[in-house]
């Protein structure tokens, strides 16, 4: 498959604020002069990126879709959300199905002064009904007709991309490749996550009630929030182990002697602590620097940061080392 193919179905299996942000990252590496719009704490104007002197515009839309939802249905909603990013451009809104003319007061904030949007790229990572175009061009000419026109040129255009055409826009290299496989991986790896069940958890609670008894009772908030995360991140790592078993049988091999060695680390970094409770940041950073050499490169500093997250907590229960308060506490 060609890398430009293979990318393409890579966007469309995004969703949401993984979309927009490979769609971003994607601009920013093949434009000079992209510039991604932040949507915090101010809001985006309905610009998620621009380009060109500030006249190019972008739109990001990434809509969770399947085979069960009808394409009608899916092409409205592209229609519908699209309209709505066209209305505050032209600084419109809709009143009792009527257009209205409403300020945005964020475009002032983003554009340079003077600065009208010539051309606007609408990408969404589902072009696969051309019934899309027609309701989305007519209301573009409904909406600048309405406009007083402050920050879009009266002769700008617009056009739809879908992920082929985003695919093909620009040269595809490995690098873009791996990007983008890593936020549909991650994304994977967290919805299998969440069907992940702990077998016995009992050892690693035992210990962390033991940590809230040790520690001072304003601290205790923070306890039970680095408990759920640890938990969380143990679900992640055993669903990575479990997708490593089914699909690459060497790096699973690879990850079973990764944890021979982090046990065996961590539990002397344990022996040689009298509060071994306080060691989990070290902990962390010997699973991060053991597993970093065989998965890093491949699946990326994010996923490395939850692995060697739920690999700790793994430890917490299996470590031989109790976790009591000293005698003069």
């Not at 969440?194 to 033991?210: C, G, H, L, Q, T």
């Not at 490169?297 to 031989?320: F, W």
Request: proline share 5%; glycine share 6%.
């Amino acid at each position: 498959m060609a890398l430009s193919d293979q990318y393409a179905r890579f966007l469309t299996q995004l969703t949401g604020d993984d979309f927009q942000s490979e769609v971003c990252a994607r601009l920013g590496t093949a434009i000079l002069s992209f510039q991604e719009v932040p949507r915090k704490p101010h809001g985006d104007g309905g610009l998620d990126g621009l380009s060109h002197d500030y006249e190019h515009a972008y739109c990001c839309y990434g809509p969770e879709y399947d085979s069960f939802k009808p394409a009608k249905d899916l092409t409205a909603d592209i229609v519908e959300k699209f309209k709505s990013d066209l209305r505050k451009l032209f600084e419109l809104d809709l009143h009792d199905r009527k257009i209205v003319q409403v300020q945005n007061k964020e475009l002032a904030t983003i554009l340079p002064s003077g600065t009208t949007l010539k051309h606007i790229k609408l990408i969404v990572n589902w072009f696969e009904s051309h019934r899309i175009l027609a309701p989305i061009a007519t209301a573009f000419k409904k909406y600048r007709e309405a406009s007083t026109c402050r920050y879009v040129d009266p002769s700008a255009s617009v056009v739809v991309w879908g992920p082929k055409e985003l695919a093909a826009r620009y040269a595809v290299d490995e690098i873009t490749i791996f990007r983008s496989r890593q936020a549909g991986f991650l994304k994977g790896l967290q919805s299998a996550a969440e069907r992940v069940a702990i077998e016995n958890p009992s050892d690693f609670d035992a210990k962390m009630n033991s940590l809230g008894k040790i520690c001072p009772a304003h601290q205790a908030p923070g306890i039970a929030r680095l408990r759920q995360q640890f938990l969380s991140d143990w679900r992640m790592a055993l669903a990575f182990e479990q997708e490593l078993d089914g699909t690459l049988p060497t790096l699973h091999k690879a990850l079973e002697d990764d944890r021979r060695r982090i046990l065996q680390r961590v539990v002397q970094l344990m022996i040689a602590s009298d509060r071994p409770w306080a060691e989990l940041g070290r902990a962390q950073d010997i699973a991060a620097d053991v597993l970093a050499p065989d998965f890093k490169g491949a699946y990326g500093p994010a996923v490395l940061d939850t692995i060697s997250s739920g690999e700790v907590a793994r430890l917490i229960g299996e470590c031989p080392i109790g976790w009591e308060a000293p005698a003069h506490a």
